[in-house]
């Protein structure tokens, strides 16, 4: 059975830097691609960042060179660095592994961005 685990969420200040981990079991992550979502409370889920086992990334234009997504295939772990966080970034954050049109999702980590 495949399983996501998300980490590393919290409350930071605006400004401020969080790091998210997704650890996946069950399944290794190549080939495969991997990705971040949030969904604010009241709003659908969005996508933040997508990376290929080939290290290919893509960001939402409203990460604005902000986040960094980045995947540890020996670890089968899933980064996302974030810098500069605002309150409009507050959400829960899921990770995401598409593979072999199989799609799986974590059961998210919380980011509050308040002073």
């Known amino acids: 059975q495949v399983q996501l685990v998300e980490s590393g969420g919290g409350l930071v200040q605006p400004g401020g830097s969080l790091r998210l981990s997704c650890a996946v079991s069950?399944?290794?992550?190549?080939?495969?691609?991997m990705a971040w979502y949030r969904q604010a409370p009241g709003k659908q889920r969005e996508f933040v960042a997508r990376v290929t086992n080939g290290g290919w990334a893509v960001y939402a234009d409203f990460v604005k060179d902000r986040f960094t997504i980045s995947r540890d295939d020996a670890k089968n772990t899933l980064f996302l660095q974030m810098n500069n966080l605002q309150p409009e970034d507050t959400a829960v954050y899921y990770c995401?592994?598409?593979?072999?049109?199989?799609?799986?999702w974590g059961q998210g980590t919380q980011v509050t961005v308040s002073s």
């Open positions: 995401n592994l598409e593979r072999f049109s199989n799609t799986y």
């Open positions: 069950g399944s290794d992550l190549t080939p495969g691609v």
